[in-house]
């Protein structure tokens, strides 16, 4: 497993979020009333990048077709499709993405 820091804390206030690429895919970081959850920058509906949409507490609108996603979760409001989260940690004012290594298949946290 490989660690990533991908921004400081104080960087990402609540409802923020912060767009990171790390190994050429794009992810979206958010806090979620304290809490840091990342995604893939991809809609699981039509692949559609997600960073810009509407933050409804702990869901986030898609722009492109208004899917809601439950960021806590990784799933769809309706429950049906899935987003690839990735596991996260602050640590010593910095918020830490933690990736399997590159030869691991990923494991969709």
């Given amino acids: 497993m490989r660690e990533i820091l991908v921004a400081r804390t104080e ?3 609540v409802g923020g979020r912060k767009l ?4 050429g895919r794009s992810m979206v970081v958010f806090n979620i009333d304290g809490e840091v959850h990342a995604i893939d920058n991809e809609c699981p509906h039509q692949g559609a990048a997600v960073a810009s949409g509407r933050l409804e507490g702990r869901f986030l609108r898609c722009p492109a077709h208004g899917l809601r996603i439950d960021l806590v979760e990784g799933r769809t409001a309706a ?4 987003v690839r989260k990735h596991a996260t940690e602050q640590r ?3 918020i830490v993405m933690k990736l ?8 969709g946290e």
């Fill in 11 to 13: 960087d990402l206030p």
């Fill in 20 to 23: 990171v690429f790390v190994d």
């Fill in 79 to 82: 429950g049906g499709l899935c």
């Fill in 92 to 94: 010593s004012g910095w």
């Fill in 100 to 107: 399997p290594d590159t030869n691991e298949a990923p494991r």
